[in-house]
């Protein structure tokens, strides 16, 4: 069974950066596609950024240009970074995997990133 623990959320300030690690329990994270969601009060789940096991990524138009995803194969680690993080930034974030193969899919519990003076 696969497993995403991710961390690193917590209370920023408008302006201010934050970075997510999202750990995965894989035989092979090279056989999956890797994403970070979030979802904010009220609002339907939606994909920020994905990263595919070649290192392509995709970005939510609302955060390119402010945040980086990137993955270390051999750790099993899938990372986000986002700068000049805004109000609407604040969502309960989630690590999300994708077997290429399978379509077999794994959520994290979730990580929640508040963003607020």
């Known amino acids: 069974q696969v497993q995403l623990v991710e961390s690193g959320g917590g209370l920023v300030q408008p302006g201010g950066s934050l970075s997510l690690s999202c750990a995965a329990s894989?035989?092979?994270?090279?056989?999956?596609?890797m994403g970070w969601f979030r979802q904010a009060p009220g609002k339907q789940r939606e994909l920020v950024a994905f990263i595919t096991s070649g290192g392509s990524t995709n970005y939510i138009d609302s955060v390119k240009g402010r945040a980086t995803i990137s993955r270390d194969n051999a750790k099993k680690m899938v990372d986000l970074q986002m700068n000049n993080l805004k109000p609407e930034d604040t969502a309960v974030y989630y690590c999300?995997?994708?077997?290429?193969?399978?379509?077999?899919?794994?959520w994290g519990q979730g990580t929640q990133v508040t963003v607020s003076s």
């Open positions: 894989l035989i092979s994270l090279r056989l999956y596609g």
């Open positions: 999300y995997a994708r077997h290429y193969y399978t379509g077999f899919t794994s």
